[in-house]
């Protein structure tokens, strides 16, 4: 099992430019979360699927869109980079239970820099 | 003010020392309570977790968590250079709706 898989490794964008980050993940996870990680800032969440077909916003959702494919897949598009949107981006994805201590699991993130 | 406040270090030990990692927090829903260790490029992996107050043991870690002073410590004893990572708290509320905040992280170095 790959576990979590994100493309591209690393991206340098332009001011203006549009991109999507992709994400799969081979475990059958309900659940998948896109996360952007800053120096100062830790951990934040831009947008969560709870399930094929649903998707909610987080912490910091200004300037992203969000697509769940289906169960497997999640993509994050940029339309129209900043220099703010300059991050490591992380793809997570989790079982759906009652307790939600349900680990989450993270891909290996993309590098991602907005000149 | 951040929900959950986690000093980021740097913090470099020797080998074999015990490490005291912390967070304290402000939402007094949250229930569950984790550490995710985080390796240089790579991203977080689950390391602990508890549920609620008390301790919990695994290995050469040991979580605690304080629920009446909202202050969370993973102590890890006997460190090893492999140890050196960043190291994650998260935490959550009861429902299974709630969303993981996270810590900022604390980099830690364990030196031979």
């Known amino acids: 099992n790959a576990g979590v898989t994100q493309t591209p490794k690393f991206q340098v964008l332009k001011t203006g430019q549009s991109m999507t980050l992709q994400c799969a993940q081979d475990m059958n996870h309900n659940s998948m979360y896109w996360y952007r990680q800053d120096p100062g800032m830790g951990l934040r969440l831009i947008y969560y699927?709870?399930?094929?077909?649903?998707?909610d916003k987080g912490e910091v959702p200004n300037g992203y869109n969000v697509s769940r494919l289906n169960k497997r897949e999640f993509s994050l598009r940029l339309e129209s980079a900043a220099p703010s949107q300059t991050s490591v981006y992380f793809c997570?994805?989790?079982?759906?239970?009652?307790?939600?201590?349900?680990?989450?699991?993270f891909g290996p993130g993309t590098r991602l820099t907005v000149l | 003010q951040k929900e959950v406040e986690q000093d980021p270090g740097p913090l470099s030990v020797p080998e074999g020392a015990i490490v005291s990692l912390n967070c304290t927090y402000s939402?007094?829903?949250?229930?569950?309570f984790m550490w995710y260790r985080q390796y240089s490029r790579k991203g977080p992996e689950l390391l602990m977790y508890?549920?609620?107050?008390g301790n919990k043991e695994d290995g050469r870690f040991t979580a605690q968590v304080d629920k009446s002073s909202k202050y969370i410590s993973l102590f890890i004893r006997d460190s090893q250079p492999s140890d050196s990572a960043t190291y994650l708290c998260?935490?959550?509320?009861?429902?299974?709706?709630?969303?993981?905040?996270f810590g900022e992280g604390t980099q830690l170095t364990v030196n031979p």
């Open positions: 997570a994805s989790r079982e759906r239970g009652e307790r939600t201590y349900n680990e989450q699991f």
């Open positions: 699927s709870a399930s094929e077909g649903t998707t």
């Open positions: 998260a935490m959550s509320g009861e429902t299974s709706g709630s969303r993981l905040t």
């Open positions: 508890t549920y609620s107050s």
């Open positions: 939402n007094s829903a949250f229930q569950y």
